[in-house]
């Protein structure tokens, strides 16, 4: 499996940006996509999450009512939507995939990793 990421880059406050991931390769009918991010000296935390052909997802209580996450299936693709930008929100985003949602919240481990984009809110 392979997650590449793009869309990163530098906002002023209340911006907005996309970041994008789009799997390859063979994942476990059930899995859970989506995001996390790590700023610098701090740990890595789950963002946002959905399981694709599920309406299910999860959204960090930091962010909620600022991003959206959504898939695109057709494409093999998730899409991080970020507005109302913060400079707390400064970091970088890797995608990640996982069996459960509990991953988001450190429950069960992350099954596989993208590169990362860096996200700048200034």
């Known amino acids: 499996v392979q997650l590449v990421e793009s869309g990163g880059g530098s906002v002023q406050a209340g911006g907005s940006l996309r970041v994008s991931c789009v799997i390859s390769g063979s994942a476990s009918e059930n899995y859970c996509i989506g995001w996390f991010r790590q700023a610098p000296g701090k740990e890595r935390v789950g963002v946002a999450a959905i399981r694709p052909g599920v309406d299910n997802t999860y959204i960090a209580a930091s962010v909620k009512g600022r991003f959206t996450i959504t898939q695109d299936n057709a494409n093999n693709t998730v899409y991080l939507q970020m507005n109302s930008l913060k400079p707390e929100d400064t970091a970088m985003y890797y995608c990640?995939?996982?069996?459960?949602?509990?991953?988001?919240?450190?429950?069960?481990?992350?099954?596989?990793w993208g590169q990362g984009t860096q996200v700048t809110v200034s």
């Open positions: 990640a995939v996982a069996r459960f949602f509990s991953a988001w919240v450190g429950g069960s481990r992350v099954d596989y």
